[in-house]
């Protein structure tokens, strides 16, 4: 029996011990498995945040159309009368897409004031302009006295800066044309077809299209002479 100043002989630990090769190694492939599963996750969170952005802005765009949709259903026109404009005119961007622009009176103003007297009419344009370093932005002027000049009274808002095209073609008696003057052909077209272009998905690459939003409106006073 040993006495209290003696120790006892430490026994080897044998398979249970690991070498310092084996435990770099073992911290090498932890490593590597840490790496593996980040990267997993930090792209599946990028697509998720791609996958939002991208609905929202497609949400916001089809606000827009039923905007212009609903300023579209209740157009004015009154044949001889020329405060009373429907102008449509036809343009390309710097990259080739539509930059159209078009004009007409409506009869859905919303009155932010109901108290204060305010006409239910307005006229309104929609179009693009540049906003420098060749981006483009959604414009719409409002003018509560229609005077039929796009070019004269109201104010401008800008309504998006994701929009790269804007689209407006007129279904008549010949069928779909680019541009419509309703003073000039006597009368409004029976339906407008509105797309909208929005930049492709981020990381499509170059060759990418943009993406197209669309809807048809039928003009109710298409009829009126």
Request: proline share 6%; glycine share 12%.
């Amino acid at each position: 029996m040993a006495g209290r100043g003696q120790r006892r002989p430490r026994r080897p630990l044998g398979g249970a011990g690991f070498t310092l090769v084996e435990v770099l190694v073992t911290l090498g492939l932890m490593a590597l498995v840490f790496a593996l599963v980040y990267g997993s996750l930090w792209s599946t969170v990028g697509g998720l945040r791609r996958m939002q952005g991208r609905g929202e802005r497609q949400q916001a765009a089809r606000i827009l159309l039923e905007m212009i949709d609903r300023e579209l259903r209740s157009t004015l026109w009154v044949k001889g009368d020329p405060r009373l404009a429907f102008v449509g005119k036809d343009a390309v961007t710097d990259a080739g897409l539509p930059a159209d622009s078009l004009t007409w009176v409506h009869a859905s103003h919303l009155k932010l004031h109901p108290d204060l007297p305010e006409s239910d009419v307005a006229e309104v344009t929609y179009r693009l302009e540049a906003a420098g370093e060749g981006k483009l932005r959604l414009m719409k002027r409002e003018d509560a006295t229609p005077d039929g000049d796009p070019q004269a009274g109201g104010a401008d808002y800008l309504l998006s800066e994701e929009v790269v095209g804007l689209d407006f073609a007129y279904y008549g008696d010949t069928g779909w044309v680019h541009e419509w003057d309703a003073n000039l052909n006597n009368k409004l077209p029976r339906q407008v077809q509105v797309t909208l272009f929005l930049p492709p998905e981020e990381g499509a690459g170059e060759e990418a299209e943009p993406e197209q939003l669309r809807t048809i409106v039928e003009i109710p006073m298409a009829g009126a002479r």
